[in-house]
């Protein structure tokens, strides 16, 4: 494989994973407004786009394996990119998109996920209310005569 090819993978994958981010940020969106609808159709875009990624990262580290073998390297990028020399310009250029990406998706992945924590625990409390409510003797209500 090329190095040409490996740049071309490089950018599909990071086009993939932020395809996963648009995802993420919609889903936490969706979360947000409470609409559970989006949520559930967003789960399963974010599932068909992470297996896309994971196809696409598996690639990638075949085609980096073989092209640093080429070049009696070894398999980094920045190492790669070093014994190529100006030439190897594309390829790190489009590296660090791809790790501006992932660096991104993990950020929304933690902003969405401490939303969701805190929507469990608010949720849990009023739960936790509700059931101390019931086991309250209210009995004694039902049988007061109110009419004076």
């Known amino acids: ?11 599909r994958e990071t ?3 932020n395809e996963l981010l648009s995802y993420l940020t919609q889903q936490r969106e969706a ?15 974010l599932h068909s786009s992470s297996l896309e990624v994971y196809k696409y990262e598996s690639l990638r580290d075949k085609a ?4 640093a073998a080429g070049l009696d390297c070894e398999n980094k990028l920045n190492v790669i990119c ?3 020399g100006e030439d190897g310009e594309p390829l790190r250029l489009s590296g660090e998109k791809l790790e501006k990406a ?13 939303l969701v924590e805190e929507g469990q625990k608010f949720y849990d409390m009023m739960l936790s209310e509700i059931r101390r409510f019931e086991r309250s003797d209210f009995s004694g209500i039902n049988s007061m005569d109110l009419k004076g």
């Open 31 to 45: 979360v947000v407004n409470k609409d559970l609808e989006t949520i559930q159709d967003l789960i399963k875009l």
């Open 64 to 67: 980096a394996a073989t092209v």
């Open 102 to 114: 992932v660096r991104s998706v993990g950020a929304e992945s933690k902003i969405l996920k401490r």
């Open 15 to 17: 086009e993939s994973i």
């Open 82 to 84: 070093e014994a190529m």
């Open 1 to 11: 494989m090329s190095v040409h090819e490996l740049v071309d993978v490089i950018e």
